[in-house]
């Protein structure tokens, strides 16, 4: 047949041919997706077998036991060769002039996946989300342990696929896939400071913090009696004794001077239901004197002057 000189076989497309980047062809733009450049006569070849559209392949390298799914761009490339982003054969593990098999395949419409930015740079974009969904329309399925290089302001950044639904290789032409982000290789949580395990040792942090802050309380002063004694403590007794010091004792109506238990009775009576001013309420009054009086009785008597009498003279008789 017309296709055996290609070593094309079957009923399905199997080929392997050597693989080169995008640089060697003077196709940049294909760096920027998942799409290869393959020859003529593979597009003769598929369009005989009736191969579903859009086009999809199985790359395997099979010294590294490394595969990944792709899409073709053109069909222009040299017999024996294709040429493919460089992203794509850092994935395969695969040098320039290295042996890839190409394979046709047909992979379901894909409704979620998972991503892992390499950089938390790529997280500092104003939209991120945005930008990979412009980048995405570039590309026709994703495999679950790929890397994709998403291209932005003269940067490149790599995305890891770590997960995808509902198989390990889908595909993303005209489907609405949930998108979900992984935290970056790089990033690194924020150090929290260390506190207690235990719920016991947690609640007596929590209870020495309570107790270490004042609280309000009212009343908390201390009351002061205005005779100046100590609060709570009965006013003592005036002894006998104390009486002769302090003044002269004062008698009853016999002449009997008062005794001790009398004086007590005499208190008690005082501090029940009387309100006492001043420490001296149970000693005897003394008689206050005037003070002009005490004044004239401390200066000694002046002695009067006679006052001048008339005709107070002894008599004389002229005859002698």
């Known amino acids: 047949m017309f296709f055996d000189r290609y070593g094309y076989h079957g009923t399905s497309f199997e ?26 006569s593979a597009l003769d070849r598929l369009a005989s077998l009736h191969i579903d559209y859009p086009m ?21 490339a040299e017999e024996g060769m294709i040429y493919m982003p460089y992203w794509m054969m850092e994935n395969l593990l695969l040098q320039e002039g290295d042996i890839v ?11 979620y996946v998972k991503l892992q930015p390499h950089t938390k740079d790529f997280l500092d974009i104003s939209n991120p989300k945005a ?11 994703l495999t679950t342990g790929d890397s994709i ?27 609405d896939c949930e998108v979900d982000f992984a935290p970056p290789l790089d990033y690194k949580e924020p150090e929290r400071p260390a506190f207690p395990t235990s719920s ?17 309380s009212a009343f908390t002063g201390t009351g002061r009696r205005l005779d100046g004694r100590p609060l709570k403590q009965p006013s003592p007794p005036v002894s006998s004794t104390g009486a002769k010091d302090k003044g002269p004792a004062v008698s ?10 009398a004086s007590s009775q005499s208190a008690a009576s005082q501090a029940q239901g009387k309100l006492v001013f001043g420490s001296n309420a149970n000693r005897p009054k003394e008689t206050k004197q005037d003070p002009i009086k005490q004044a004239k009785q401390g200066q000694p008597e002046k002695k009067e002057d006679p006052k001048f009498q008339p005709f107070t003279g002894r008599k004389y008789s002229l005859k002698g």
């Open 15 to 40: 080929q392997s041919y050597r693989c080169y980047p995008a640089s060697f062809i003077e196709k940049p733009q294909i760096e920027s997706g998942d799409k290869i450049i393959m020859p003529p």
């Open 56 to 76: 999809l392949f199985e790359l395997r390298n099979d010294a590294a036991e490394r595969a990944s799914h792709c899409g073709v761009l053109e069909f222009i």
């Open 149 to 175: 290089m998403v291209a932005y302001n003269n940067k490149k950044y790599y995305i890891d696929i770590i997960e995808t639904k509902p198989s390990n290789a889908i595909s993303i032409i005209e489907t």
């Open 252 to 261: 009853n109506g016999n002449g009997r001077q008062p005794s001790s238990g």
């Open 200 to 216: 016991k040792a947690q609640s007596q942090v929590e209870e020495a913090h309570a107790e270490a802050e004042p609280k309000f």
């Open 101 to 111: 098999r190409v394979k046709n395949a047909t992979l379901p419409k894909g409704t």
């Open 131 to 141: 930008i990979l969904e412009t980048t995405l329309r570039n590309y026709s399925c």
